[in-house]
Every structure is written in C-alpha cells, then in structure tokens.
C-alpha cells in the first residue's frame, strides 16, 4: 500500500524557516518524481515545486510566488522528500502535501500524503 | 500561465441526481486534465486523468470529457459519500501545473 507521512509543520514567524518532511512507504520511492502542492486555509490547491528522479538528475522546478525562497530535495536511501522554507511570509500559511507525480506518464498525482499545516504569524 | 476557470463554484443536489462541473482553460491543452476529489480534512484523491480516463478503484459513475479548452465531469447517479469538493488540474503546460478553483458539491 503507498503511504505518503508528512511531518514538520507548525508555527513560525514571518522571515523564519521550516523544513518539512514526507515519508514513502509501499513504492519504489527511487523511481518517481514527487511534489508539493498547498492549500491556504479554506481555499483552493496551489502547486509547489517538484524533484525529478535519480535518472533526470535530481532536477527542481519551482511556482513562482516560491522560488528563490523554498527548496525541495529528497534522500533515496530513506526514502523521504524534505522541503526546506525559508523566507517564510503570512501568505504561505497552509496545509502543505506532498504528492506522487506520474512523471512521464502524465504530470498529475495519484498518490497524496495527509498534510502538514504550516502557520506564519507573528 | 494558463488559467483554469472552474464552474460553478458550488451547486446543491440531491443523492441520485445528475452532476455536471466544468473546466474551462484559457489556451487549448489538448487532452492534459486532471480531476480530484476531496473532503473535508483529507487529502486530494485523483478521480480521472487524461481527461476521460479513470483511475483504477473510482466508481464508474464518475466521468470525464472534453478536450482543447472545455472539459466536464460528470457524476451520474449522486451517492452520499460523493458530498465533497471537487478540483480540475491542468498538466499542459508543464512543468508549471495549475487548479481549478473548486466546485463544491452540497446536499440540498
């Protein structure tokens, strides 16, 4: 069964850092591309960033209103993918998911994890 | 960026009744949307791909289409646990990905 575990959210202050966690169980977590997508409180889905697989380098790509501020990495070895944000801003408070990625199949999620509510506020 | 215009933002029905929500794209993305549901508290859960495909384990009931600009799903016969809001995503225009607003689905 695929199991996607977030961790690390909680309270911070504007400018502060946070670094997230998501832990894959059941797949070849290797072999998959894997996302963050958020949800602000009662509103809709927002997609993050992404990592590519061990065969397409590891490669990043980033929405805008993040880049330059958040980072997304992954360790294989444990099969888990961080995202480390820094810079933070109110408008980022949200739940924040990580997702499978079809990759080259199509760039859509079939597997989502709980969430992990990220709250900025002074 | 390409836009994704989701309609309506909520609609009341009744467990039986016909259900149609509507994705309506800003440039053409050929056959790239997705469709999710979720509930309150949860996660997301992909209904359909490919924008008619079903993913393996939804209730055919569920369905999806359309192409280009103009896309559809569409819950045949409302059940009880189908009460929940419902996204569309486009994958067109990768590697940047965007949602629909949302449609809520309500009992009336």
């Known amino acids: 069964e695929v199991q996607l575990v977030e961790s690390g959210g909680g309270l911070v202050q504007p400018g502060g850092s946070l670094r997230l966690s998501c832990a894959a169980s059941?797949?070849?977590?290797?072999?998959?591309?894997m996302d963050w997508v958020r949800q602000a409180p009662g509103k809709g889905l927002e997609w993050v960033g992404r990592t590519r697989n061990k065969a397409n380098s590891y490669t990043t790509e980033y929405a805008a209103s993040v880049k330059g501020r958040f980072t997304i990495s992954r360790d294989d070895s444990k099969n888990s993918l961080y995202l480390q944000m820094n810079s933070l801003k109110t408008e980022d408070t949200a739940v924040y998911y990580c997702?499978?990625?079809?990759?080259?199949?199509?760039?859509?999620?079939?597997?989502w994890g709980q969430g992990t509510l990220v709250t900025v506020s002074s | 960026a390409i836009r994704i215009t989701q309609s309506p933002s909520s609609l009341s029905a009744s467990t039986g009744d016909r259900v149609t929500i509507t994705c309506r794209a800003s440039q053409g993305i050929s056959s790239y949307l997705a469709w999710y549901q979720q509930k309150p508290g949860k996660a997301p859960k992909l209904l359909i791909y490919a924008a008619s495909t079903l993913q393996s384990g939804v209730p055919s009931r569920f369905s999806g289409s359309g192409s280009g600009t103009d896309f559809t799903l569409t819950i045949s016969c409302l059940q009880s646990e189908d009460f929940a809001t419902y996204y569309c995503q486009q994958y067109y225009s990768y590697p940047l990905l965007t949602f629909g607003g949302g449609t809520k689905v309500e009992i009336k």
């Open positions: 997702a499978r990625d079809r990759g080259s199949s199509g760039w859509y999620f079939d597997y």
């Open positions: 059941g797949f070849t977590f290797s072999d998959h591309y």
